[in-house]
């Protein structure tokens, strides 16, 4: 990190995302550009979506802390059900894959999502038969054959 931070859910800049009439917020606390080794964002999910898509990574591990709401985390073993206070580890590989939802119709899923930050990196959306790989110098998602 290039200098301490302190910064509020509530009140941190975010950047919404849409995909496929999903909608959920990104708000940097450690972005990819200011680290070497982590990268920590708030991420809220609004009711009935998820964040991101059904996903495993080569190289980085991921720790989602809840702050509110309840998810449900797909995972290679099922689902997984998360409230508040929870934390949830994901190890790189298959063995790793999860995407999370928003389990309420009413209430906003917000948690911390820290990741280790190796570069590069390959992540992997079975769903889709895709990889996303990105470096110091490229950025891509790409068809898997």
Do not use: W
């Not at 206070?85 to 119709?105: L, M, Y």
């Not at 992997?124 to 990889?131: A, E, K, L, S």
Request: one cysteine or more; glycine letters at 8%; charged letters at 25%.
């Amino acid at each position: 990190m290039k200098e301490l931070a302190v910064k509020n859910y509530r009140t941190a800049e975010g950047q919404k995302i849409s995909q496929d009439g999903n909608e959920f917020t990104v708000k940097p606390i450690v972005a990819q550009a200011d680290v070497n080794q982590c990268r920590v964002n708030f991420v809220e999910v609004e009711p009935g979506s998820f964040a991101y898509g059904y996903h495993y990574h080569e190289t980085d591990e991921e720790v989602f802390y809840i702050i509110s709401g309840t998810g449900i985390v797909r995972t290679i073993n099922g689902d997984v059900t998360v409230k508040a206070g929870d934390a949830i580890t994901f190890p790189v590989g298959p063995e790793g894959a999860h995407v999370i939802r928003n389990g309420s119709d009413t209430e906003k899923l917000v948690y911390i999502d820290f990741d280790t930050n190796n570069l590069p990196e390959i992540v992997h959306f079975p769903d889709t038969n895709q990889v996303m790989a990105y470096g110091k110098f490229s950025n891509g998602i790409y068809d898997k054959k």
